[in-house]
């Protein structure tokens, strides 16, 4: 099993541009999840997927959008970049959503907007 | 609302000491309780999880928590610290519906040859 996967690994946008990071897992995983993570505040959660066909809103929602593909498959979208996205971007599984399930990660997007 | 905190940005220690690094946490209801390390440019993964029961956690890499309700801690140890122990560790707690996680600042783990 690759697990969690994530595309692309880097990228550098100007301000303004648009772009799709894509999360894909193979663990027959309910929930899905979007984490933004910058240096002294950990990882704060964007949004999730708590079963295919729904999406829900985290911690920090504001410029971004998501699509639940299909079970396997959850995207994140920025429609105009600007420079407080800069960050490192990671996706998460995990089986049900229960409270007594861990996270599975990918390897992270690290995106640049300048 | 669910929140942890990790005192310590950095901690130093010496090959072959036990390490500690620190978490508390705050929740309505029940804590359910992770530990997450993270390498240099890789993701997160999973060390451990307290749900209920023993007190005493035992994970991966032979790291252990105690979760301690009165002082609302979940501390992560290990008896004998690796050099490749080194890594961002995070403590974090599932929120009361199960769907959100809430995670730490981090704590920088650096130890020393």
């Known amino acids: 099993n690759a697990g969690v996967t994530q595309t692309p690994k880097f990228q550098v946008l100007k301000t303004g541009q648009s772009m799709t990071l894509q999360c894909a897992q193979d663990?027959?995983?309910?929930?899905m999840y979007w984490y933004r993570q910058d240096p002294g505040m950990g990882l704060r959660l964007i949004y999730y997927?708590?079963?295919?066909?729904?999406?829900d809103k985290g911690e920090v929602p504001n410029g971004y959008n998501v699509s639940r593909l299909n079970k396997r498959e959850f995207s994140l979208r920025l429609e105009s970049a600007a420079p407080s996205q800069t960050s490192v971007y990671f996706c998460a599984s995990s089986e049900k959503g229960a409270k007594v399930d861990e996270q599975f990660f990918g390897p992270g997007t690290r995106l640049t907007v300048l | 609302a669910q929140s942890v905190a990790q005192p310590e940005d950095q901690v130093n220690v010496a090959e072959g000491n036990p390490l500690t690094v620190k978490c508390t946490y705050s929740v309505s209801g029940n804590p359910y309780l992770f530990w997450y390390v993270q390498y240099p440019n890789r993701g997160l993964q999973f060390l451990l999880k307290?749900?209920?029961?023993?007190?005493l956690v035992k994970g991966s890499y032979g790291f252990e928590a105690e979760f301690n309700k009165s002082q609302t801690s979940f501390h992560l140890k290990k008896p004998s610290a690796l050099v490749s122990d080194s890594a961002l560790y995070f403590c974090a707690v599932r929120d009361n519906t199960g769907n959100q996680f809430y995670f730490g600042t981090g704590t920088s783990l650096t130890v020393i040859p």
């Open positions: 307290y749900i209920t029961g023993d007190n």
């Open positions: 663990m027959n995983h309910n929930s």
């Open positions: 997927s708590a079963s295919e066909g729904t999406t």
